[in-house]
């Protein structure tokens, strides 16, 4: 086997005074440089020749393609995942399908050094042109205009996961959401520090069956977007404010007052609003019957919110009233 600066003599080559006598001896690092050498369907054969080189490879290999695979590619993610947790470039190019959600879950699961970069997102939105649920959380390598490039050729999207992506989740990126994907239902724009009311409201305006929106650590926006949301999406079901804190009463009064249709199944987390006062928490809980703060059944979030320690939810203000109206025994 032959390399730009000369031969590999792989049987009995003498290294540091070791006899190397069995494929199992050679060091990593010259095992590295052979198989940069050979195909990537070889490197996958490689592995499975003793347990010594398998992990090699699973520590070593940082770029690998299965684009030869044409037959039963999802198993093969399946097998490889766990073992090649190095990985950084994944080349997964299909003829036709072959992919399933497993396998990339297994992919998001163990290879945590993979960066999806913008090149990786037009490939996956001109080849995945039907997607309606898509995870990109903590992925931080895309920019904002390869997400709004994805949601143009993407319009079916449901359910988006962008938690984390603080590169690639702005105010430009949202209205591209809002513009592009109307059957939006679910999004998690956790900790995306830079987008404020104006992407939100666009979200509101566009995207009308929204259901559940995650704003957690979105410091940035206001009553403003809570406004918005109120008053447009009906569908609405969960609402994750945690550590926005220029939250305050209006937003509250808002929801209260809002044409949410379903008062019967709604999740809200307002943690570390410390604007809010109880008067206004309480009359959200009065709209809202399933908002509970009793034990077990917290779909009302309030931590850190001292100041909210009256605020309770419908069923304990029932059940105060039953024991109330017990009749006392005769003494």
């Not at 009065?286 to 779909?299: E, I, K, M, V």
Request: glycine fraction near 6%.
């Amino acid at each position: 086997m032959m390399s730009e600066g000369g031969s590999f003599n792989l049987c009995f080559e003498k290294m540091e005074g070791n006899m190397i006598t069995e494929w199992k001896d050679i060091p990593v690092e010259l095992l590295m440089r052979i198989l940069n050498l050979v195909d990537d369907r070889t490197v996958i054969i490689a592995s499975g020749v003793c347990s010594g080189w398998r992990d090699a490879i699973s520590f070593g290999l940082t770029r690998l393609s299965l684009s030869w695979c044409k037959k039963d590619m999802n198993s093969l993610v399946l097998s490889l995942a766990p073992k090649l947790v190095k990985l950084q470039t994944l080349v997964l190019r299909q003829d036709k399908p072959q992919l399933e959600d497993n396998a990339v879950e297994a992919i998001a699961n163990h290879c945590h050094d993979l960066k999806l970069t913008d090149h990786s997102l037009y490939s996956l939105a001109r080849g995945c042109t039907n997607l309606t649920k898509l995870n990109l959380s903590g992925c931080t390598s895309f920019s904002d205009t390869a997400l709004a490039y994805l949601t143009r050729i993407c319009r079916k999207l449901k359910v988006l996961n962008l938690c984390g992506c603080v590169e690639a989740v702005s105010d430009s990126a949202l209205q591209a959401i809002g513009e592009n994907c109307s059957q939006m239902q679910s999004l998690n724009l956790g900790w995306c520090e830079k987008i404020s009311d104006d992407g939100v409201m666009s979200l509101a305006y566009g995207c009308p069956d929204l259901r559940s929106l995650d704003l957690c650590g979105c410091v940035l926006i206001t009553d403003e977007s809570v406004v918005a949301l109120a008053n447009r999406c009906v569908h609405l079901r969960s609402l994750g404010l945690y550590y926005c804190r220029n939250i305050t009463d209006r937003a509250m009064y808002s929801l209260a007052q809002s044409g949410v249709k379903n008062k019967h199944e709604i999740n809200l987390n307002i943690s570390q609003c410390t604007y809010l006062t109880p008067s206004a928490v309480q009359a959200v809980c009065d709209t809202f019957p399933a908002l509970h703060t009793c034990s077990g059944r917290h779909s009302l979030v309030m931590s850190g919110c001292l100041n909210l320690t009256s605020v309770h939810c419908a069923c304990i203000l029932q059940a105060h009233r039953a024991h109330t109206a017990l009749p006392h025994p005769a003494h």
